[in-house]
């Protein structure tokens, strides 16, 4: 049984490792800012196997920097030990550049990147003074690629990239396993909750409508993660060619990025 602790835990693919966890029996320290979505997501993970003392729902915003090392000692308090650490607390930006305010830059730069980096530096010590422990980050197709109308969403997801990378070269041989998930289109509600124009919430809806089912990204990303695996991506659907184009033709894969077209 490990200890594994989720942020982004109240919806989307947060929820659906949440529910994965569970029904293999795990501890589960769940983390949001909204206490009354972490309460349903515990009552899912209880239906799902857990018992309820086997669930702690720690509400936080992951852009309160100062706050994590509180957060973690209460985290650590819960069952003794965080044996993993999924960020995956996000939000998303659709918008073209020369239009998105730089406020939406702050802001989407503190929540997926200076979020999840304050928190691991938080983490790690507590999973180093144990022998050991596993750190993931929930990167995106888009941090491998740029992708239209997602400049500070691309740039963000590229940053936590490096970071963990960083991470795990410098971490590795000392018990630390990083991983870094890599998902394509996944049916979450995070274009719903994006910094967005009208037109791109619309477009980028219309393809998470038919992305992976984010049960079926979750039961991925335990397996894989499960096996050691240091990088997963996950997806189904056409954009995930881009990751091979971009690797072995990168210029083929601009020319396809810079054709790709809005609905």
Not at 121 to 132: H, R, S
Not at 141 to 149: D, F, H, L
Not at 188 to 197: C, G, I, M, Q
Request: net charge neutral.
């Amino acid at each position: 049984m490990a200890v594994v602790w989720i942020t982004g835990a109240s919806s989307g693919i947060g929820e659906a490792l949440a529910k994965r966890y569970a029904r293999q029996g795990d501890q589960l320290i769940l983390s949001a800012r909204r206490a009354e979505e972490l309460e349903r997501v515990k009552a899912a993970c209880v239906e799902n196997g857990s018992a309820e003392s086997d669930v702690f729902a720690l509400v936080m915003d992951v852009t309160e920097l100062n706050a994590m090392a509180g957060h973690v000692e209460t985290a650590r308090g819960a069952f003794n030990s965080i044996d993993v650490l999924i960020n995956n607390a996000g939000v998303g930006q659709r918008s073209p550049m020369l239009e998105t305010d730089i406020s939406v830059y702050q802001k989407v730069l503190d929540t997926n990147v200076m979020g999840p980096i304050a928190l691991t530096k938080a983490v790690l010590p507590v999973m180093l003074k144990q022998g050991g422990g596993h750190v993931a980050v929930v990167s995106s197709v888009t941090g491998k690629v740029g992708v239209r109308n997602r400049s500070a969403y691309s740039t963000s997801k590229h940053a936590v990239m490096g970071f963990f990378d960083s991470l795990r070269a410098e971490l590795g041989d000392q018990g630390i396993k990083v991983t870094t998930i890599v998902p394509g289109y996944i049916k979450t509600n995070l274009a719903a909750s994006a910094f967005s124009d009208e037109k791109s919430a619309a477009s980028v809806a219309k393809a998470v409508e038919g992305g992976m089912d984010a049960d079926k990204c979750a039961d991925v990303i335990v397996r894989r993660m499960k096996k050691g695996d240091k990088e997963i991506a996950v997806g189904e659907g056409r954009e995930m060619l881009i990751l091979p184009i971009k690797r072995f033709f990168p210029q083929l894969a601009f020319r396809i990025l810079a054709n790709e077209k809005q609905d």
